[in-house]
């Protein structure tokens, strides 16, 4: 392991498993614009083939077994450069931000978690980089709750 992967709250291994059943990936609008010409659709076409709707959010179709539509088993996420923005922040989602048993318990299923870091770090390392890649979400109806943290950078001062 180098240093970086050390020091690293987080590398995605790239096992597909957050693709495959772990519940909806909740859109928003500026994913179905994304997704959208990432495939070369209009706006309309790529929310008819593609959106499902639950209750007010608006997530991704899936295939058999509850797996992403956009899964490939041989070449894993399909749209990977417009991939949205829930797919961009996992594993900082604030469950794992504010519960350090979520924390935990989330690297049961994802590889990519460092738990030699600590809880702290993770935290640290999570805020900063949802900061620095424009994923923190407003609350609100309809969107990530998961992405909803500007309440927790007062933790890191
Ligand atoms: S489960 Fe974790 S390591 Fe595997 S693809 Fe998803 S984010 Fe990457
Ligand atoms: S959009 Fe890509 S990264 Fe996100 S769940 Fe689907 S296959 Fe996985």
Same mark, same amino acid.
């Not at 469950?95 to 318990?105: A, C, P, Q, R, T």
């Given at each position: 392991?180098? =240093?970086?992967?050390?020091?690293?709250?987080?590398?995605?291994?790239?096992?597909?498993?957050?693709?495959?059943?772990?519940?909806?990936?909740?859109?928003?609008?500026? /994913?179905?614009?994304?997704?959208?010409?990432?495939?070369?659709?209009?706006?309309?076409?790529?929310?008819?083939?593609?959106?499902?709707?639950?209750? =007010?959010?608006?997530?991704?179709?899936?295939?058999?077994?509850?797996?992403?539509?956009?899964? =490939?088993?041989?070449?894993?996420?399909?749209?990977?450069?417009?991939?949205?923005?829930?797919?961009?922040?996992?594993?900082?989602?604030?469950?794992?931000?504010?519960?350090?048993?979520?924390?935990?318990?989330?690297q /049961?299923?994802?590889?990519?978690?460092?738990?030699?870091?600590?809880?702290? =770090?993770?935290?640290?390392?999570?805020?900063?980089?949802?900061?620095?890649q424009?994923?923190?979400?407003?609350?609100?109806?309809?969107?990530?709750?998961?992405?909803?943290v500007?309440?927790?950078?007062?933790?890191?001062?």
């Open positions: 392991m180098t =240093e970086h992967e050390q020091d690293s709250a987080f590398i995605c291994k790239r096992c597909g498993a957050c693709c495959q059943g772990q519940g909806g990936i909740v859109l928003t609008g500026r /994913d179905e614009k994304r997704l959208s010409a990432f495939l070369g659709l209009s706006l309309s076409v790529f929310q008819d083939r593609y959106i499902e709707k639950k209750k =007010e959010k608006r997530v991704l179709a899936t295939k058999t077994g509850n797996v992403c539509i956009f899964f =490939e088993p041989k070449n894993g996420c399909t749209v990977h450069p417009g991939k949205p923005d829930i797919c961009r922040s996992w594993p900082f989602f604030r469950g794992n931000l504010i519960d350090e048993l979520s924390w935990h318990m989330a /049961d299923s994802c590889p990519g978690i460092n738990p030699g870091v600590g809880h702290r =770090e993770f935290v640290c390392q999570g805020l900063l980089f949802l900061q620095k424009g994923l923190a979400q407003k609350p609100g109806p309809g969107g990530p709750t998961a992405l909803v500007a309440d927790l950078y007062q933790k890191l001062t």
